[in-house]
């Protein structure tokens, strides 16, 4: 098979196609990490996009299933320089080109992503379409024109796809906390059950009275993919529990719990996507090294009046990286101090604070603000 990929801007490149035949859009943005394809590809973070690895050698140890974060591939389409199709570790069931066509997604290798990445950092990120298969069935497709018909990622109702159907419970015997999927990684829930937390998951739709029916001690949003404006029933939960228990984020969480107390969010111009991402603790005054995949941000003074503080900002571009606010008890990081692979550095403390907030609170019976 062929594959190609054309972007918004009018640029069209041809390649090699793998994993399954297919025309799909989205936007491309890529990714610094250097392992770690399985947990990105299956992040529902990257629901709408097709992702892109800077990294070279993609597939080399194939696909094991141990550390998917979800149950499938989310981004509509992979693309790498080059992919190995004879991988060696001994944990891997199937490739990487089968996992690709077991769910129906394609792939673009044998490109220059080199140059896609710098077209991407200088103009931003970019409607894309590919298109892999036989050379006589896509070699007349316009491709570009598909990819400038798409709609914006911001007009897309995207949480609806990604969050459970219905509410689960991981027991534990710790703090219970409720837990509002909007495409929850599986790590963010492995490193709260590892410390004993009791979680309640809910739909990112859960109404207030259906949050409060599982007496929580705290409240957590997670992360997800599109613009946090979308997420208004999670924005409507954290103002009507911000102030009568603990309210914690990750990423798209973070963003949704600073629109809820009045602050604003922008779109970045290519996203931090990755695990090398500079963040420095303000009070700290010490940098850690974090794993990134958002593509929104915190807009920095805007949270003047909010009762939020900017605890935290990547040393790269100055964008806000952590808030909280001590009489509203909120914790909120824009990274994943959970994400494996990837710098540890992050995971105690963060989710240490989580449970020491949540001890110096009394657990509310319900109400709002």
Not at 167 to 185: E, F, N, Q, T
Not at 218 to 246: C, E, W, Y
């Amino acid at each position: 098979m062929i594959g190609v990929l054309g972007l918004e801007d009018g640029t069209l490149v041809e390649g090699s196609g793998f994993g399954a035949p297919g025309i799909v859009s989205g936007e491309l943005v890529f990714t610094t990490i250097m392992s770690g394809y399985e947990e990105a590809l299956t992040d529902p973070s990257y629901h709408g996009q097709m992702l892109m690895f800077t990294y070279p050698l993609q597939g080399n140890y194939g696909v094991s299933g141990d550390d998917f974060q979800s149950d499938r591939m989310w981004p509509v389409a992979m693309v790498c320089r080059e992919y190995w199709d004879r991988p060696t570790h001994h944990r891997s069931v199937r490739t990487l080109n089968k996992f690709l066509l077991d769910e129906g997604k394609p792939g673009l290798c044998g490109v220059d992503t080199r140059m896609l990445t710098l077209k991407v950092r200088t103009q931003g990120v970019m409607r894309a379409t590919i298109a892999v298969g036989a050379r006589d069935e896509i070699c007349d497709l316009d491709v570009v024109k598909m990819a400038r018909s798409q709609p914006d990622i911001s007009a897309q109702d995207l949480l609806g796809d990604v969050t459970c159907k219905s509410s689960y419970h991981i027991k534990g015997s710790g703090p219970r906390i409720a837990m509002l999927d909007l495409g929850i990684k599986r790590n963010i829930l492995r490193s709260l059950s590892a410390r004993g937390f009791d979680i309640h998951v809910l739909p990112a739709h859960a109404s207030i009275s259906d949050i409060e029916a599982t007496s929580p001690e705290a409240l957590f949003v997670s992360n997800g993919p599109g613009d946090p404006q979308r997420a208004v029933a999670a924005m409507a939960a954290v103002k009507h529990f911000a102030g009568q228990i603990p309210v914690f984020g990750i990423c798209l969480g973070h963003q949704i719990i600073a629109l809820a107390l009045g602050a604003d969010t922008f779109k970045l111009k290519f996203g931090h996507h990755g695990g090398n991402q500079p963040v420095k603790d303000l009070e700290k005054n010490i940098v850690y090294i974090t794993s990134q995949n958002h593509n929104f941000a915190v807009v920095p003074g805007s949270e003047e009046g909010t009762g939020l503080e900017i605890v935290q900002v990547n040393t790269n571009d100055g964008t806000v990286e952590g808030i909280k606010s001590d009489e509203l008890d909120i914790l909120a990081v824009q990274y994943h101090p959970e994400a494996h692979p990837g710098p540890l550095c992050t995971e105690d403390p963060f989710f240490a604070s989580v449970k020491r907030m949540m001890k110096r609170k009394v657990p509310a019976a319900g109400g709002g603000r």
